[in-house]
């Protein structure tokens, strides 16, 4: 009976095991692709809230080494933090924002450049792989199997990182309405007592 118990609880937990393993990775995916057309690519969930005009923007699907990639050009909108935080604009589909590592170079009109001598209207090229929602741009000018990989702001972040407009004036009214709502009962209180 006992052993009976162990087998099925085993069962149970392999099976859990297996069913987050397949939920994980499928969620981690940023898109599947059934041929090298832009029309065949489904973005996944995660993708699209992040970037709901991303299909648009396909300008091509490769396969490298077994892994799919979907190709996109797009020219530098705004550089801040000296290249540390890219705008680019989509061609064909909206913008994105990059976070390169200061030490990044990129490949620009067939020169390797820094990230923080990129100038507004910089053509780049990079690449999305099927099993990371990330920006990877080819180490050298001619296609390569390596990437320099590059994260994209998702629109969480995007958000806060907007400025903060409100102030602290709202809670300074608020205080000040308590401060009077406590007096008042305070009074009240004394007025009864005497």
Known sequence: MCSRTVTTVSATILIACASVASAQ???????????????TVTWSERALATYP???????????????RYVKFQGKVKSSQDKGQRLVVNFKDGGEVTLTPPPETNLYVNGKKTPVADLARGDELRFYIAEDRLAAQFPETETTSARFVIVPIVVREQQLAALPHTAGTLPLLALMGTFSLSLGGLLSLYRRRRS
């Open 25 to 39: 990775s499928s969620t981690d995916r940023s898109f599947t692709a059934v041929s090298d057309n832009c029309d």
């Open 53 to 67: 005009t991303i299909a648009s923007a396909c300008q091509g699907v490769e396969e490298r080494n077994g892994k």
